[in-house]
């Protein structure tokens, strides 16, 4: 049976000080985890997560998701243990491989290689373990090691990805598997299969935008969709988009109309990728996914239409009518 838990995810846009307020808030309402994005061209992930450590004493956190070409594992290895220091415990560490990275001139070669080895050096050095690492890609000296003693020997690895090769890693090594940017319950099992594991935990988040205007919430969750569209909508293979859709959103989008590219995207389509619409309408979306197997559903960015409004949406009312359903 899923264990129905809940968390937020904020990209990581915002004002010093909003984190904090926002994830305290959630903690709170009752959410169990907390992660920042890892987007090309925002704030890196650690600053925010370092003050929502240092504002909450329960929720889990960490980034989803930092990847091995634009950061180095033995950087990866610093930020999270030193985020697991400040959060006394509570860090955990998502690798993906990373998105729009050919925009600032990074090739992407062999992603499940560099996945992986970045996982097993980040392992390493936390551990404490200095026998050396002779990756494929990645070196590490024998009698190398961290100067400073981690809280934890090892912290939860979170895998973010779709493709059956990615999920597949994820089922042999992490603790959980997360795809971000989909909200559709027909995939859930297509995931479960590609992991061919039980023990990991399937993790789904997507836009969110809740609020009592549906028509206001649905209009700003298709504009935010409309950003993302054309990285994810190929990777669902039980979904079929209307012929040249991709590409006139893509155009519309690039043009600077995330709007008029977000009114391109029918009802059907927009509710396999975000959720969005009333409380009630938000809490009987996550229910099915929780239905379809999902572990835990990830409240993404911008959550309603201010994100404060939205997360005080998500907490009073969407997780009390989601406890009436059976969980979390």
């Known amino acids: 049976m899923s264990k129905r838990e809940v968390g937020l995810a904020f990209q990581s846009d915002k004002a010093p000080g909003e984190y ?8 709170a309402y009752g959410v169990d985890r ?25 929720v889990r956190l960490g980034p989803t998701c930092l990847n091995p070409y634009s950061l180095h594992p033995y950087e990866i290895a610093g930020q999270i243990a030193t985020l697991d220091l400040v959060s006394q415990g509570r860090a955990f560490l998502g690798l993906s491989r990373g998105a729009w990275l050919s925009d600032v001139g990074i090739d992407q070669p062999e992603a499940i290689r560099h996945v992986e080895e970045a996982a097993a050096y ?27 003693k981690p809280r934890r020997s090892s912290v939860p690895l979170l895998i973010g990805g779709w493709g059956p090769r990615i999920l597949a890693l994820a089922g042999g090594i ?3 598997a997360k795809v971000g940017g989909s909200a559709n319950p027909e995939l859930v099992p297509i995931v479960r299969a590609r992991l061919a594991s039980e023990d990991v935990v399937v993790v789904f988040g997507a836009v969110t935008v809740v609020d009592e205007d549906a028509e206001a919430a649905r209009s700003l969750a298709r504009s935010e969709v409309a950003r993302y569209l054309a990285v994810v909508a190929d990777l669902d293979p039980t979904t079929q988009l209307p012929l040249g859709l991709t590409d006139q959103v893509r155009s519309r989008v690039e043009a600077g109309d995330a709007h008029g590219a977000g009114l391109m995207i029918p009802d059907e389509i927009l509710d396999r990728f975000a959720i969005s619409g009333t409380p009630e309408q938000v809490a009987a979306h996550v229910a099915t996914l929780f239905d379809a197997g999902v572990d835990r559903v990830e409240f993404g960015t911008p959550h309603g239409l201010t994100s404060e409004r939205g997360v005080e949406l998500i ?13 979390p």
């Open 315 to 327: 907490g009073s009312k969407v997780l009390p009518l989601l406890r009436l359903m059976g969980g």
């Open 122 to 148: 980040v392992g390493k050095l936390l551990a404490g373990d200095d026998s050396g690492f002779n990756g494929e890609v990645f070196k590490l000296k024998p009698g190398v090691r961290l100067h400073y």
């Open 34 to 58: 907390v992660s920042v994005y890892g987007d090309l061209m925002f704030q890196p992930p650690i600053g925010p997560l370092l003050e929502i450590a240092s504002a909450t004493s329960r």
């Open 20 to 27: 904090a307020r926002l994830a305290a808030a959630g903690e």
């Open 174 to 176: 992490a603790a959980e």
